[in-house]
Every structure is written in structure tokens, then in C-alpha cells.
């Protein structure tokens, strides 16, 4: 796909599609759909992030008609594709074709994968926060489990299951080496492994002021 300058923003095969409209599936916004300009007509639909076409499907139109070339619109909830119809292409529109299309068919056997952000390898304060991040390309990540150990020798300690991509670790043992870990869980059941050793590290500061003065909103009491 290109944009209005002609640059291209994202890359789409379509296996031998030569229509020049495509539409994307609100209820899967990775998921576009074009019209096959052939005889017979057909539906082709791909995965952007995947950059593939994952199925065709053929479908019949009144004789004597043809879609309209950039005329077609998909339905909210993502099951119906309108296409325009014409009887010879110098005349205005006449039919409007209904196809069902979706949603698509969204399988994911495979899973994410997390990273925790590297940390500097000596902190100022006994406190620091701690950020990750994950991808997952089919039902999206769920949650991440994140774990600590104190020391190389020590035992992996569960520190948080969250949504969220990121929390301030607090309470270090000043002078101490922190390592920490983490694995997410898509929206399928699909659990990533933890890794077989840390991700990140730091030793704790010594200085175990200043927390809720630098970085939590002060709360004020009449």
C-alpha cells in the first residue's frame, strides 16, 4: 500500500489480485480485503503484519455486471463487504453486491514474546523502575509475569502478573545485585518460557529517600 505521495507504508501480497481498491476489516484492523478484476470474481484477503494472503474466495455477481473499480465498503462488525456494480464502465453505479467475508478467522498457536529493558548497572537509590515490552501478532499479549532474584545464587521470586509494561521496584537492600526476568501470556493460552537465565540487572544505591517526593503525586490534605 501506498500513500497519497506515492510512498509505500506497508507491503501487501495479494496472489494474482489486480483490483485497485482495498479495504480493511474494522474487527481486525491487520486484515485487508480486495476484488479480484478477473472473470470469475474473486475476494482475496491478507494479514499486513504477516505481509501474505492467508485465502481467496470466489463469489457470482448478475450477469452482465462487473464491479466498480475503488468501490467498496466493509461493514462495521466485519462480516459484510459491499462492492458496486456496473453494467459497462461509463455508466454510474446500478447494484450493490453483498458479500459475506468475516471476521477472519483469526488462529494463534504460537507464543509472544516479552523483553525487560536493560537497567544501568548501579543505581543511585534502592528504588528504580523496572519497564518491558512484548509482541504478539494473532490475539495480542494478556499479561506478563515479571520475577526477581537477589544474588546469582538465589532463588526466582514472583514480583508481578500485569497488564501493564513497566512498575518501580522498591525496598532494595542497599549495595545488593537485583536480576530479574519475565515471560507474557496472549489472549489464545499461549505462554512464553521464562528465560533460562536473567534478562537485566542492577545493584541497589544507598540512598533511600525520595521516592513518593520525585515521582508519585503528593497528596495534599486540607
Known sequence: MVD?????????????????????????????????????????????????????????IPNGYYPAPN?????DDGE??????????????????????GPPEITDAIPPSSTITALPLTQMHNWWFVSWSGADDASGID??????????????????TTSGEGSFFTNAIPGQTYYFR????????????????????TTAGYDTGGLSQTYLPLIVKD
Request: hydrophobic content about 45%.
Open 4 to 60: 497519497q505521495d506515492l510512498n509505500r507504508i506497508c507491503k501487501i501480497q495479494l496472489l494474482g489480485c489486480q483490483a485497485l481498491a482495498a479495504v480493511f476489516n474494522p474487527v481486525a484492523p491487520k486484515y485487508v480485503y480486495a476484488v479480484e478484476g478477473r472473470v470469475p470474481y474473486s475476494i482475496e484477503e491478507a494479514r499486513l503484519d504477516l505481509m501474505r494472503q492467508t485465502r481467496s474466495f470466489s463469489y457470482d
Open 71 to 75: 468501490a467498496m465498503v466493509i461493514a
Open 80 to 101: 459484510w463487504l459491499f462492492a458496486l456494480l456496473v453494467q459497462t464502465w461509463n455508466e454510474p453505479p446500478s447494484k450493490l453486491l453483498a458479500i459475506k467475508v
Open 143 to 160: 499479561y506478563y509475569e515479571i520475577q526477581y532474584r537477589l544474588g546469582q545464587e538465589g532463588n526466582w521470586i514472583n514480583w508481578l
Open 182 to 201: 519475565g515471560h507474557a501470556v496472549d489472549k489464545a493460552g499461549n505462554v512464553e518460557l521464562y528465560p533460562s537465565d536473567f534478562e537485566t540487572y
